[in-house]
T-cell receptor, first 112, second 113 residues
Framework: AQSVTQLGSHVSVSEGALVLLRCNYS??????LFWYVQYPNQGLQLLLK??????LVKGINGFEAEFKKSETSFHLTKPSAHMSDAAEYFC??????????FGTGTSLTVIP | NAGVTQTPKFRVLKTGQSMTLLCAQD?????MYWYRQDPGMGLRLIHY???????AKGEVPDGYNVSRLKKQNFLLGLESAAPSQTSVYFC????????????FGQGTRLTVV
């Protein structure tokens, strides 16, 4: 079965600290991988996507993610958290000819 | 450039009532989707469409119907609402495949009492 797992439904970090949000997928073929962000009462917005061109992907707002095939992971990081980063983050995968599968989401709290 | 627009934004229904949610996109996208978002469950695909006049079932289609009569519009219908359909509904679109960026509407918060 193909799926995506986000470890940790809630993550809290101090302002200025490293942000690390975890995403693992299960698949027998390399997927397309995405991170989306959802601010309160809004729809999802694309942060970044991996499409096999490069394993380290840079996105908007200083976020980046690294695709590690051996670990079937696509963790999202940001070196220094900002108050405006507080939101819900979703990892998603898709496979050629198949639908998106979303993780259950990680709520990020940034502590002043 | 409006992107993806959903109407209404909020609605309260009584059990057994029907309603239609409208999604409109102005990006000339081929693919459109309806998701529901529930706490702790992420987004689950209800129905999708890969082009005008086509629809297909997603992960949780029961109790819902859809139509895509025009390329820019994707309608989600609830024929007989149930409390289990209380959720936030999101419409999304992609240009021409599953592997490109999805653009989302702002959501419809539906409560069935």
């Amino acid at each position: 079965a193909q799926s995506v797992t986000q470890l940790g439904s809630h993550v809290s970090v101090s302002e200025g600290a490293l942000v690390l949000l975890r995403c693992n997928y299960s698949s027998s073929v390399p997927p397309y991988l995405f991170w989306y962000v959802q601010y309160p009462n809004q729809g999802l917005q694309l942060l970044l996507k991996y499409t096999s061109a490069a394993t380290l992907v840079k996105g908007i707002n200083g976020f980046e993610a690294e695709f590690k095939k051996s670990e079937t992971s696509f963790h999202l990081t940001k070196p220094s958290a900002h108050m405006s980063d507080a939101a819900e983050y979703f990892c998603a995968v898709s496979f050629t000819g198949n639908q998106f599968y979303f993780g259950t989401g990680t709520s990020l709290t940034v502590i002043p | 450039n409006a992107g993806v627009t959903q109407t209404p934004k909020f609605r309260v229904l009584k059990t057994g009532q029907s309603m239609t949610l409208l999604c409109a996109q102005d990006m000339n996208h081929e693919y459109m989707y309806w998701y529901r978002q529930d706490p702790g469950m992420g987004l689950r695909l209800i129905h999708y469409s890969v082009g005008e006049g086509t629809t297909a079932k997603g992960e949780v289609p029961d109790g819902y119907n859809v139509s895509r009569l025009k390329k820019q519009n994707f309608l989600l219908g609830l024929e007989s609402a149930a409390p289990s359909q209380t959720s936030v509904y999101f419409c999304a679109s992609t240009r021409d495949s599953w592997n490109t960026e999805a653009f989302f509407g702002q959501g419809t918060r539906l409560t069935v009492v």
